[in-house]
């Protein structure tokens, strides 16, 4: 499974593209950043083969999938080529996204629904509900 998230994706979901130009000591490169959204990619298209799940449309994938590939490419741009500022309020907002988008991967390895996607038999079992009622009072 080859996902594809773009640059323009990046773009919208990761950095505005005036933040990548305001570091002039850090120009951070487009292909730079690809190199981050494949590996972000690969990452997600791993989690969903082993939970039995595919992207319907592999070339075009849903935007949960292209936003939160972002949000997993997003951090290590920022610590490894512009530099991390706990400081700076949007910063720790992009810290924050990482996290959260970790935390939605570690759900989709376990089997979690992601829209866009259909199961293809095997994998995870999907989790039952269980309803309780009260007993029957016998009225009729």
């Given at each position: 499974m080859a996902?594809?998230?773009t640059y323009?994706?990046?773009l919208v979901y990761g950095f505005p593209e005036r933040t990548l130009q305001g570091h002039p000591n850090n120009a951070v490169t487009a292909a730079q950043i690809a190199r981050y959204l494949t590996a972000a990619a690969s990452r997600i298209a791993?989690?969903?083969e082993a939970s039995a799940r595919r992207v319907v449309d592999e070339a075009n994938p849903p935007d949960e999938i292209r936003q939160q590939g972002c949000h997993l490419a997003a951090w290590p741009v920022l610590t490894h080529l512009i530099g991390y500022n706990p400081e700076n309020p949007a910063d720790e907002?992009?810290?924050t996204s990482y996290e959260d988008a970790m935390k939605w991967l570690e759900r989709v390895c376990a089997g979690h629904p992601v829209d866009g996607t259909e199961g293809v038999g095997g994998g995870a079992p999907s989790a039952l509900i269980a309803i309780a009622t009260e007993p029957s009072r016998n009225w009729s």
């Open positions: 996902i594809t998230i323009d994706d990046f791993a989690c969903l907002a992009i810290h």
